[in-house]
């Protein structure tokens, strides 16, 4: 078993958020593997989320982003999303407010179309399952083998297009390169509160 020394757990607590004492649990645990215990913190605040997801959400904020050219200061590209959470205490904290900024920032620069996949119209889903179908129509596979392809390729396009499922665009280490939905279950975990992201906005001059 690997040694669980205090920079071993100070680097978690920077890769993870975490608390010293979960950092420390989750090392131990996992034998001091990093990964293991990032995966295993990930784990417990997701079942936070979990534990947390009937409660009544109506607190929050409203956070915005502009995005400045470098070719004269003119804001190019806005942003706002009203991001939900149980107490104004709760909306007032670091935690809370980071995780509305990085939203900001991520949907500035991933343009998603949509919050979630059942936000997609119908209509839309089946213009994009017929081009799909049109795409594979050479294809000897049998009916239900590329029905099962086009479902795959319907995931691949909500995560380019549906916010909670795009990997956050501004990752600065594979810790962050996890989908909204998880960063926003991991923020519940931290916060322990419920939350949400309610709904967005995107303008793009021009």
Not at 31 to 51: E, F, H, I, Q, T
Not at 141 to 168: M, S, T
């Amino acid at each position: 078993m690997a040694e669980i020394t205090m920079d071993l757990i100070k680097k978690l607590r920077a890769w993870s958020g975490a608390g010293i004492m979960d950092c420390k649990s989750a090392l131990n645990e996992t034998n001091g593997d990093m990964d293991a215990a990032m995966d295993l913190l990930r784990k417990r605040r997701s079942d936070v989320a979990a534990k947390k997801a009937h409660r009544e959400t109506k607190c929050g904020m409203i956070g915005s982003y502009l995005h400045i050219r470098d070719d004269g200061g003119v804001p190019s590209i806005g942003v706002l999303v009203e991001v939900v959470c149980e107490t104004d205490f709760a909306a007032r904290g670091d935690v809370f407010r980071a995780f509305v900024n990085n939203v900001a920032l991520h949907i500035a620069a991933s343009a998603p179309e949509y919050l979630a996949p059942e936000d997609v119209p119908e209509e839309i889903l089946e213009k994009e399952r017929e081009l799909m179908r049109e795409q594979m129509a050479d294809s000897d596979k049998p009916k239900e083998i590329v029905e099962k392809i086009i479902e795959g390729k319907l995931r691949k396009y909500y995560e380019e297009n549906c916010l909670l499922d795009q990997v956050y665009a501004l990752a600065a280490d594979k810790s962050e390169s996890i989908p909204i939905r998880q960063m926003l279950k991991e923020t519940i975990g931290t916060l322990g509160e419920n939350m949400s992201i309610r709904r967005f906005s995107r303008f793009d001059l021009g």
